[in-house]
Structures are given as C-alpha cells and as structure tokens.
C-alpha cells in the first residue's frame, strides 16, 4: 500500500514552459486535492475533486489546470509556468463523507526560473 | 465562511518540558479540527481529529487535544516533548454542515531543544 505518490520530486521549468504532476493513490479515495505551500503562507488550494470525472476550483487556480480521468489519478497541470509558481506542491486524498482526514504525498518541488 | 488561525509562527520548548502549540478557529456552525504534522521535506501526516462528544482527543505519538467551543481554539499538547517532535505543525477546520473542504492555517515551527 504505497498510499499518495507524486511524480516528479522535484522540477525546473523556464518561464513559458509547460508540465503535469501526476498524483496517485490507492486507498480508493474518492476526494483529491492539490495544495501549494509557500514560506508564510501555509497550505492553499489550488484545486480539487470530488469524485472520478468531477473537478472544482480552490482558493488560488489561476494558472493551473487539472484533470481526474481515472479515480485513482489525479492530475495537475501548468501550461505557461511564471516565476510566481515556483512552490512545493502536495496532492492529497481522503475518503466522501465527513469527517475524514487527508492523506498527504511527498511533495513536488517545483522552480521556475 | 471558515478561517483558522495559528497566533505563534514558531515555539520553542526544552526536551522533556511540555508543549502547547496553540489554534483559534471561526465558523458559522460547529467545528471539525485537525492537527497535522510536516516534518522536513516531507507531507504533512495527520495526527488527530475532533468530530464530538470529548473535549480531549488523543493522537499519534503521544499528543493531545483540548478543543475549548467557548473560547474557541484546539490547542495541540504533550506532556513531554521530544527532539524529534521538532516539525511544523499544522491546525486546520472544517464547518461541520458546511464544505467539506478544510482551511488549514498557516502552521507553527515546533523546535526542541535538548
């Protein structure tokens, strides 16, 4: 039970480039979830969802997409990196209904030159 | 709307001394909290929840949680703190009724001294 990998662990993208980080997990999570931490600033969702097919924006989703094609999956994408999304990011999942906690994975540091 | 709130950016205790890390949240209705914990380079991994019933809630490695509904705050303890519990540690709340996605604050920097 390997729980929430992400892939990369870590990236450098130049200004303009475009990426996907791919989260999986394999609890049979129904919610996903994809936060950015930054130094100060705590967690921010960036986007998440609640189910296979279904996704809804967060607190700070400009500039990225996402996309949950499979239920185990759940993907994030940056179609023209700026500097601004240099950050960590973590995917999580948990279990529909309340209340569940989150299971996070191990990060994808992510720099933007 | 739902907020928390972590007053202390960074605590510092002595091995063996005991330990608050505290955590004031707002909601409309009643609360779900957690606490989380991040060590260096790592994700965050949950420690312990409060749904209802007792005010004290027990979790991993020995912390503890005392939710306070009057003055509205969870405050993560432990009797005896430890090097290793050195990590940031992380409040968040969810509106019970409300979404079903928590707000987490912005954390608080636990060192330990030995």
């Known amino acids: 039970n390997a729980g929430v990998t992400q892939t990369p662990k870590f990236r450098v993208l130049k200004t303009g480039q475009s990426m996907t980080l791919l989260c999986a997990q394999d609890?049979?999570?129904?919610?996903m979830y994809w936060y950015r931490q930054d130094p100060g600033m705590g967690l921010r969702l960036i986007h998440y969802?609640?189910?296979?097919?279904?996704?809804a924006k967060g607190e700070v989703p400009d500039g990225y997409n996402v996309s949950r094609l499979k239920k185990q999956n759940f993907l994030l994408g940056l179609e023209s990196a700026a500097p601004s999304q240099t950050s960590v990011y973590f995917c999580?999942?948990?279990?529909?209904?309340?209340?569940?906690?989150?299971?996070f994975g191990p990060g994808t540091r992510l720099t933007v030159l | 709307a739902q907020s928390v709130a972590q007053p202390e950016d960074q605590v510092n205790v002595a091995e063996g001394n005991p330990l608050t890390v505290k955590c004031t949240y707002s909601?409309?209705?009643?609360?779900?909290l957690f606490w989380y914990v991040q060590y260096p380079n790592r994700g965050l991994q949950f420690l312990l929840k409060?749904?209802?019933?007792?005010?004290l809630v027990k979790g991993s490695y020995g912390f503890e949680a005392e939710f306070n509904k009057s003055q509205t705050s969870f405050h993560l303890k432990k009797p005896s703190a430890l090097v290793s519990d050195s990590a940031l540690y992380f409040c968040a709340v969810r509106d019970r009724g409300g979404s079903y996605i928590p707000t987490f604050g912005r954390g608080t920097s636990l060192i330990v001294h030995p």
């Open positions: 609890m049979n999570h129904e919610y």
């Open positions: 909601v409309s209705g009643n609360p779900y």
């Open positions: 969802s609640v189910g296979e097919g279904t996704t």
């Open positions: 999580a999942s948990s279990l529909a209904g309340e209340p569940n906690e989150q299971f």
């Open positions: 409060y749904i209802t019933g007792d005010n």
